[in-house]
């Protein structure tokens, strides 16, 4: 069984790549928006060294670390989980005065905004906040944004609530007796 934390990841996941593409969607291309979807690994600095590809628009999912745990009760652990969105994409200069100018990342932005900040609550987590963005200043032809969230999530990997723990939650035996007698008098 997965763990509640990576079923929060999945569904956060599962969210980016079911973002539909709601402009014109090119012959042989997907309806959803982001052509890749998956867990950030500085994807962006690796393509550009010819390591790995990717089709774009793209966008990849970071947990912001440290990830501070705070324990409830009974071995159960809640977070306040940053989650960073990065969105790629790689637009060539189209000839119509925008050289260095990628003005559809902000349509790509307002997508995730209203995927992941319209009352989306992930999996073992609550409504997820947006909390910051940051704007890619000095691109080549990929542009990267970045957009941050924040859900507070409850893990119960590990405690008793977990059916994969080998904790087995028990009464102890007792040596109590309980005598019971009823009298009714009319």
Known sequence: MASPFLSCINSVLGRLGAIPNTWTVPKGRAANLFQYVAMWNNQVERQKEGKVEFDTPAAFLELIHPIKWNQLNFGVNQADITFRVHI???QIDASDGTLDQNLEVFGYRDAVMVALGGGFAPAFGST??????DTDNNHTNIYHYMIDFVSAVVDSKGSPFDPDSSMIG???PTN????????TSY
Do not use: F, N, R
């Open 88 to 90: 790629v994409d790689q």
């Open 176 to 183: 109590a007796e309980i005598d019971v007698s009823i009298t």
């Open 170 to 172: 028990t009464t102890p």
């Open 128 to 133: 997820m906040s947006s909390l910051k963005e």
